[in-house]
């Protein structure tokens, strides 16, 4: 029976090449999404932060009148659909990554990285956006199931980044309200 304990270069030469390189690409997407989302995140929020600062412009400086009453709901709706795009955006991108995820764990699982632990040490050789065992057993048992239930998991910046959009989505709602309520009195 082989020693669980091993070296890295050790773990790493008994790999087939071609899965070896499926696996490197797999983690070089997943940086790539990571970037992306957090990209994206900056460049809404940006654009959000600029739609509101017009909204808080136009509703200080400006007179109450029908004519800023409209241009505030105008800008709430543009605000609103910005926000909903970001939204759709990062739930596209959080998808992409919680799939490229499974499967970079699933070949990890096959290589036996869960199992190997580096010498002298309890630490398994699975690398970075590591899954716990029990995670990957799950992903084998239904991976679509598993990537839905991740989108919005708990403890993840996923879901602050949606709770985010939408605390913008409902404020820009109440934006439109008060300003339908002001155009109809």
């Given at each position: 029976?082989?020693?669980p304990?091993?070296?890295?270069?050790?773990?790493?030469?008994?790999?087939?090449?071609?899965?070896?390189?499926?696996?490197?690409?797999?983690?070089?997407?997943?940086?790539?999404?990571?970037?992306?989302?957090?990209?994206?995140?900056?460049?809404?929020?940006?654009?959000?932060?600029?739609?509101?600062?017009?909204?808080?412009a136009?509703?200080?400086?400006g007179?109450?009148?029908?004519t800023?009453?409209l241009?505030?709901a105008?800008?709430?709706?543009?605000?609103?659909?910005?926000?909903?795009?970001?939204?759709?955006?990062?739930k596209?991108h959080?998808?992409?990554?919680?799939?490229?995820?499974?499967?970079?764990?699933?070949?990890?699982?096959?290589?036996?990285?869960?199992?190997?632990?580096?010498?002298?040490?309890?630490?398994?050789?699975?690398?970075?956006?590591?899954?716990?065992?029990?995670?990957?057993?799950?992903?084998?048992?239904?991976?679509?199931?598993?990537?839905?239930?991740?989108?919005?998991?708990?403890?993840?910046?996923?879901?602050?980044?949606?709770?985010?959009?939408?605390?913008?989505?409902?404020?820009?709602?109440?934006?439109?309200?008060?300003?339908?309520?002001y155009?109809?009195?």
């Amino acid at each position: 029976m082989s020693d669980p304990n091993i070296s890295l270069q050790g773990a790493l030469q008994g790999l087939d090449g071609s899965k070896l390189a499926l696996w490197r690409e797999a983690m070089a997407h997943l940086r790539h999404l990571s970037d992306d989302v957090w990209a994206g995140l900056k460049l809404f929020l940006i654009l959000n932060g600029f739609v509101l600062s017009l909204i808080g412009a136009l509703a200080w400086i400006g007179p109450a009148n029908t004519t800023n009453a409209l241009l505030l709901a105008a800008l709430a709706v543009l605000g609103g659909f910005l926000t909903l795009a970001a939204r759709y955006i990062l739930k596209r991108h959080r998808i992409y990554y919680l799939q490229m995820l499974a499967k970079k764990s699933l070949l990890e699982a096959e290589f036996g990285f869960y199992q190997k632990k580096f010498s002298d040490s309890e630490t398994d050789l699975a690398f970075p956006w590591r899954l716990t065992p029990e995670v990957v057993a799950e992903i084998k048992q239904s991976f679509d199931a598993w990537v839905q239930k991740s989108v919005r998991a708990r403890g993840t910046i996923a879901r602050v980044q949606f709770c985010i959009y939408e605390t913008l989505i409902c404020l820009y709602c109440l934006i439109f309200l008060f300003a339908a309520i002001y155009v109809l009195r």
